[in-house]
Structure formats: C-alpha cells, structure tokens
C-alpha cells in the first residue's frame, strides 16, 4: 500500500460548489502540506500542519481551508470553487526534525 | 526576483548522454538540498538529499552543491529513456519551516 494516499484522484465539478480533498498517510510523520500545481508556476504551498492542533497558512491559502483530523489526516476544502482552483493538487509528509517531504499521487481537480 | 530560479527547459538528450540539471538560489541561510523527480501524472519522488556543500552519488545520479556560488547540481550518468521526466530542486534553511520548490526542468531521453 502506498505511504501517502489521496482520494478523489480525479474530480470534475461546478462554479459554486464545495469540494473537499482528503490525505492520509501511514508514514507517522508529524508534519502535512497540501500543494497545487500549475504549469509554469510549479509547486505552491496552501497549508501546513506540524501536529494536530497546528494550522498555517502557506503562500496562497485564499479560498482553501484545511482540518487536520488526526495525525494520518489532513484534508483540503474549498468552500466555493471557481475555475481557477482548477490544478494537481498534492499532500506531502514530513517526520518532525526532517526536511524532506514525501508526496501523494496526487488529484486533478477541474472546476467548470 | 524568485529566491530559487530554474530553467523549465524543456531540455531534450539522446540516450546514454551526461545530463546536468542546475538550480541557483538567493538565500544563503539554505542549508539542506534536495532534488525530486515528477512522472507525468504521479506526485514528485524524493531522489537526492543533501546538507550544505559537497558531492553526494547514487548510481548513475550524482548531487553537487556550491554554497559560495549559490548552485546546485544534479547530473545524471548513461541516461535512459526512463530518466524522462520533470526534475525540481528544492531547499531550506536549518529550523525553516517551508521547502521552497525551483520550477522544475522538464526532461526527455531519446532513445
């Protein structure tokens, strides 16, 4: 089984409606990240969490919230979704005291 | 002026070539270095960790950092067709809290 798991893998939805992307991992890590991607913008951060009860905002957090519901699970929702939300999105780990992260495969959301 | 600069290519070889991929950066308070790998299609795999200045190997991959010039390296030996894909550098400084990605370097392997 894979370490970082994410479901839906792929989603099609509407302006207007709320989505919601769930992570889980069997790593133990402490640490969780949700990223979206775009072409020619790469990598950029969303949320974070360091433990259960630790939230932060990454660089564009505008229109996504997050829960961080136990240690294996962190999820990414967008109240509204507006086309532009439209990317791969990713949730990594990290152990805590490490630096490197380890990724899911990924969900490709289209918001029509 | 983004803090990590890397040319998205794309970059296209023949097979069997010596492959260099490069990152610079403006920060020099990163101290860890670390290269992933991204399919088409699959989230990026961790391929190469490194801390501060020096050379690491693994097989046909081999890491390089210069701290004094502000650029890492990340050079692949006998390239294969299955080395055909997007390669990001990433990097953070000692008790930072966010990776921060390059754009990524797409590359393709001609057999």
């Known amino acids: 089984d894979a370490d970082v798991t994410q479901t839906p893998r792929n989603r099609i939805t509407k302006t207007g409606k709320r989505i919601m992307l769930e992570c889980s991992q069997t790593k133990g890590h402490d640490r969780m990240y949700w990223y979206r991607q775009d072409p020619g913008l790469g990598l950029r951060l969303i949320y974070y969490s360091f433990d259960v009860k630790d939230i932060n905002k990454g660089e564009i957090s505008d229109g996504y919230s997050v829960s961080r519901q136990a240690q294996a699970k962190f999820s990414l929702s967008l109240e509204s979704a507006i086309p532009n939300q439209t990317a791969l999105y990713f949730c990594a780990t990290c152990p805590g005291g490490g630096n490197e992260q380890f990724f899911g495969p990924g969900t490709r959301l289209t918001v029509l | 002026q983004k803090e990590v600069e890397q040319d998205p290519g794309p970059l296209s070889v023949p097979e069997g070539a010596i492959v260099s991929l490069n990152c610079t950066y403006s920060?020099?308070?990163?101290?860890?270095f670390m290269w992933y790998r991204q399919y088409s299609r699959k989230g990026p795999e961790l391929l190469m960790y490194t801390y501060s200045s020096g050379n690491k190997e693994d097989g046909r991959f081999t890491a390089q950092v210069d701290k004094s010039s502000k650029y890492i390296s990340l050079f692949i030996r006998d390239s294969q067709p299955s080395d055909s894909a997007t390669y990001l550098c990433a990097m953070i400084g000692w008790g930072a809290q966010k990776l921060v990605f390059g754009q990524g370097t797409r590359l393709t392997i001609n057999p």
């Open positions: 920060n020099s308070a990163f101290q860890y």
